[in-house]
């Protein structure tokens, strides 16, 4: 955050307040602090072993010296009167922070900041909040989200006021909570490093009066809080959130010991878009592979689904092609482009009478387009749109004189790919000269950030299908509608939603893509791995269950025996249905 501060052409860092204060808890023994504390001793443990066990690199939380980045910034060391919860700045301090005449103060290393002080800078105090404040308020970040079931932590950016948490927002973002805490809390702060220089440039892009409009506009309705306010975890709840973790682990290693997670395709022909989803058949296949993102193309009266080919051997994506009728009858599917580096997402569209395809190349830095030579399988690289870019998913649109380029960029290395959604335009989709849009990112939340397929026209307006990663990368689909779409503005907000609940083997919804009758997405559905994991597990489970009984339960043992056997027969009857050949259900 400081280096993007001191880097940018439109602010600067004026002074370094520092809190002198002393903390008499300090000075206490190390074994006095633990007596203290001890009600709160287990969620101290678990953060330092967890950030032992599981690294993350880069590591938000690791200790930096920024004395170099700060050479020539005057440093003032301020005493605040403190209480239980606030510190206030006040006297000379005070004045003295005055006579330096700034515009922003970013809260940092201060416990609650109250009274004068939060009305000395000319824009305000601006703090973090690693919580959604609308459903959090309180300490400390990331747990009670995933002590509750939530599937995201939000991120708030506000000037402070004298009330808890509620202060005005600035900026509001969301990040997927994962297994780990400390992975969740990783990514999440690794992002929000870039919130105030963001706000810090559209304060200078917009002018003081137009920026506060907007934050006024975006504040106007009162938002109630009625959760309590949180406090750091006594040990009873450390132990329950412990457990969770522990039996989540557990589930998570049990299904990926047992099933192969595979993408399959589902496709419906119909006038129009095919919104309902049981309706669709599925398309599976083989065994060794996945195939995903599928982009349709309609030529000559011939139907042809690009997609993802990923090769479990090969760990790495390859981009083919296969063509279906409107009987279902697949041709066969057939590789038209392989890269040292992983491919997917064969984004498709034509221009000027010609076949162009953008795939995603984020293991390349790049994003890259490709001219079709002889259709449907020769494609010849002819430059990259963008380098030196952490980018997924790049979509392309033509609206309104201008080519949008939509796609997912990872900012700071350590942030999540799924989380945020830039814009970028051009006259021409064949151009070197994509400039960013001055909202970037226009959309900051993995509900519904991450691109999902083409957008598309649907009674005059236009709709731009996004993913949902909160619950797990791809989970849901989400239909956005775009109302407005500029070089200084970008608005949209969600019409629908599709989650995966018409069928007990699908676990996600990921893309959508229609073109002329047929619509096409793709889904995880769960396979076993081998006949042998399921036997394995079942006779496993079945030796132990009546080895710990002893010879004078008879009865007991035949009914396990029994029930034992009814599972084995099950396992088989999903092998059945899962071995059949590739094509069409």
């Given at each position: 955050?400081?280096?993007k501060i ?10 370094v307040v ?9 000075s206490q ?5 633990i007596?203290k504390?001890?009600?709160k001793?287990l969620?101290?443990t678990?953060?330092e ?10 590591n938000?939380f690791e200790?930096k010296?920024?004395?170099p980045?700060l050479?020539?910034?005057?440093r003032?060391?301020v ?10 700045i006040?006297?000379?301090d005070?004045?003295s922070?005055r006579?330096?005449?700034l515009?922003v103060?970013v809260r ?13 800078p000319?824009?305000g105090?601006?703090s973090y ?6 459903e959090i ?5 990331g ?5 509750e079931?939530?599937s995201v932590?939000?991120?708030v950016?506000q000037?402070?006021?004298?009330e808890?948490?509620?202060g005005?927002v600035l900026?509001?973002s969301?990040?997927?909570?994962h297994?780990l ?11 929000s ?5 963001r706000?810090?440039k ?6 003081e009066?137009h920026f506060f ?6 504040n106007?309705s009162?938002?109630?809080y ?7 975890p006594n040990?009873?709840?450390?132990v329950k959130?412990i457990?969770?973790?522990?039996a989540?682990?557990v ?6 010991f047992?099933f192969l ?5 589902w ?6 878009l095919?919104?309902?989803l049981p309706?669709?058949?599925k ?5 060794g592979l996945f195939?995903?993102d599928p982009?349709v193309?309609?030529k ?7 997609l993802?080919?990923f090769?479990?051997s ?5 981009l ?6 409107e009987?279902?009858e ?9 890269k ?6 064969p984004?498709?569209?034509?221009f000027?009478?010609?076949q162009y ?9 790049t994003?890259?387009?490709y ?5 449907p399988h ?14 997924v ?9 201008k080519?949008?380029l ?8 350590g942030?999540?790919?799924?989380d945020e959604?830039f ?5 021409s989709p064949l151009?070197?000269?994509w ?12 509900r519904?950030?991450r691109?999902a397929?083409?957008?598309f026209?649907?009674n005059?307006?236009?709709f731009?299908?996004?993913q949902?990663?909160s ?5 849901g689909l989400n239909?956005?509608?775009v109302?407005?779409?500029?070089e ?11 989650k ?11 893309t ?15 396979r076993p791995k081998s006949?042998?994991?399921v036997l394995a597990?079942?006779l496993?489970?079945?030796?132990f269950?009546?080895?710990t009984?002893?010879p ?7 009914v396990?025996?029994?029930t034992?056997m009814?599972l084995?027969t099950?396992?088989l009857?999903?092998l059945l249905?899962f ?7």
């Amino acid at each position: 955050m400081l280096e993007k501060i001191q880097q940018s052409e439109h602010a600067e860092i004026t002074l370094v307040v520092m809190n002198g204060s002393f903390n008499p808890s300090e000075s206490q023994p190390y074994f006095g602090r633990i007596l203290k504390n001890w009600q709160k001793l287990l969620y101290k443990t678990y953060i330092e072993v967890e950030s032992r066990l599981f690294k993350n690199k880069p590591n938000a939380f690791e200790s930096k010296y920024i004395g170099p980045l700060l050479s020539g910034v005057p440093r003032l060391s301020v005493n605040p009167r403190q209480t239980q919860f606030s510190d206030y700045i006040e006297g000379n301090d005070l004045d003295s922070i005055r006579n330096h005449d700034l515009d922003v103060i970013v809260r940092l290393g201060f416990r609650i900041l109250r009274g004068e002080i939060l009305k000395t800078p000319r824009y305000g105090i601006w703090s973090y909040h690693h919580s959604d404040n609308m459903e959090i308020r309180g300490w400390p970040p990331g747990f009670w989200e995933k002590q509750e079931g939530k599937s995201v932590i939000g991120t708030v950016l506000q000037i402070l006021t004298e009330e808890l948490d509620n202060g005005v927002v600035l900026y509001r973002s969301f990040t997927a909570t994962h297994q780990l805490l400390s992975r969740s809390l990783n990514q999440c702060y690794w992002k929000s490093a870039s919130f105030v220089p963001r706000m810090l440039k559209e304060l200078h892009f917009l002018g003081e009066e137009h920026f506060f409009a907007k934050v006024h506009h975006d504040n106007k309705s009162p938002t109630f809080y009625s959760n309590r306010f949180y406090t750091a975890p006594n040990n009873f709840q450390v132990v329950k959130f412990i457990w969770i973790q522990f039996a989540g682990f557990v589930k998570h290693k049990l299904v990926r010991f047992l099933f192969l997670e595979q993408w399959v395709l589902w496709y419906r022909f119909q006038d129009g878009l095919a919104t309902t989803l049981p309706q669709y058949k599925k398309i599976v296949p083989p065994k060794g592979l996945f195939w995903a993102d599928p982009f349709v193309v309609y030529k000559e009266g011939k139907y042809y689904i690009y997609l993802e080919e990923f090769e479990y051997s090969r760990k790495k994506g390859r981009l083919s092609v296969m063509s279906i009728n409107e009987n279902g009858e697949l041709g066969d599917v057939k590789p038209v482009l392989d890269k040292p580096y992983h491919l997917s997402y064969p984004f498709v569209f034509e221009f000027e009478g010609e076949q162009y395809m953008v795939p995603e190349t984020e293991q390349n830095r790049t994003i890259e387009l490709y001219k079709c030579q002889e259709f449907p399988h020769k494609w010849e690289f002819q430059k990259n749109l963008l380098e030196d870019i952490n980018a997924v998913d790049a979509t392309l649109f033509q609206y309104d004189g201008k080519w949008w380029l939509f796609a997912n960029v990872v900012e700071n290395k350590g942030g999540s790919d799924w989380d945020e959604l830039f814009l970028y335009y051009a006259d021409s989709p064949l151009s070197s000269n994509w400039i960013s849009h001055p909202r970037n990112p226009v959309v900051s939340d993995v509900r519904r950030a991450r691109p999902a397929g083409k957008l598309f026209m649907h009674n005059g307006e236009i709709f731009r299908p996004s993913q949902d990663c909160s619950v797990r990368y791809g989970y849901g689909l989400n239909i956005n509608q775009v109302e407005v779409l500029n070089e200084r503005e970008y608005k949209e907000h969600l019409t629908t939603s599709a989650k995966p609940n018409w069928d007990k083997s699908v676990s996600t919804v990921h893309t959508l893509n229609h073109e002329n009758k047929l619509t096409v997405i793709d889904s995880i559905c769960y396979r076993p791995k081998s006949s042998w994991y399921v036997l394995a597990f079942v006779l496993a489970v079945s030796i132990f269950t009546l080895a710990t009984y002893p010879p004078v339960h008879e009865h007991w043992q035949r009914v396990l025996l029994r029930t034992s056997m009814v599972l084995l027969t099950l396992s088989l009857l999903a092998l059945l249905k899962f071995r059949r050949p590739h094509g069409n259900s």
